[in-house]
Structure formats: C-alpha cells, structure tokens
C-alpha cells in the first residue's frame, strides 16, 4: 500500500491522475457536446448557427450509436463523427439504428453542416 508522507505528495499524486485523464483520448480536443468549439473541431465548415438543428441531428446518431454498443467500444462515436459526419461509421450507425428510411435526410443534413448545398 503506498503512504504518503506530506499533503504535497497526495496533491502532486491527484493532480498527475486529472492531467493523465485529461490527455486521454484520440487526439481530439474535448469540447461540450453540441457547441461551436465541437463543431469545428470536427472540422465542419458550415455555419454553425445556421445549421445547428442539424449538427444535433447528426451527432445524436453517434451518441445513439455509442448506447448501442457501449463499453469497451467508446471509440465508436468519435468514430462516428469524424471528418464531420463524413465517414463510414456514420453510415454503418445509421443501419445499425434501423434508420435507414431517412439516410436521405442525413445526407443532407451532413451536406448543410459541411457546407455543401
């Protein structure tokens, strides 16, 4: 079991975990879902007040698709998300969710938030 002699060596031992933690991941930086600093993290180059009705269509999808499997596949939704929705993971969600009678309307969703209209 490990001691600590002082409250600076538990301090120094909590910090270095939060930082570890916080570094974690893909790379990506982490924003709060559903915001501007997201959106363009994703690289979307549509406009985000214009378009954010379906940016949180989309990402919903990944979301969805993450409760689907969830753990250990808690890559599957930056997965989904990546390149802004334009991926094949996205597609696989869709299926995988029985959505695909409205893969239209997420195609087009995908084509307003990147810019392509």
């Not at 060596?9 to 997201?38: C, D, F, N």
């Not at 993971?89 to 087009?108: G, Q, S």
Request: with cysteine.
């Amino acid at each position: 079991m490990m001691t600590f002699n002082n409250g600076w060596q538990l301090l120094m031992m909590i910090a270095s975990i939060v930082l570890l933690q916080a570094s974690y991941g893909h790379g990506h930086r982490k924003y709060q879902p559903y915001t501007y600093g997201e959106f363009k993290t994703l690289n979307c180059t549509g406009d985000f007040d214009g378009n954010k009705g379906a940016f949180k269509v989309l990402r919903h999808i990944c979301d969805e698709c993450y409760n689907l499997y969830g753990y250990p596949y808690t890559h599957i939704k930056e997965e989904c998300m990546d390149d802004c929705f334009q991926n094949k993971r996205f597609k696989n969600c869709v299926a995988e969710l029985k959505m695909e009678e409205k893969r239209h309307e997420f195609e087009n969703h995908v084509d307003f938030v990147n810019n392509r209209f």
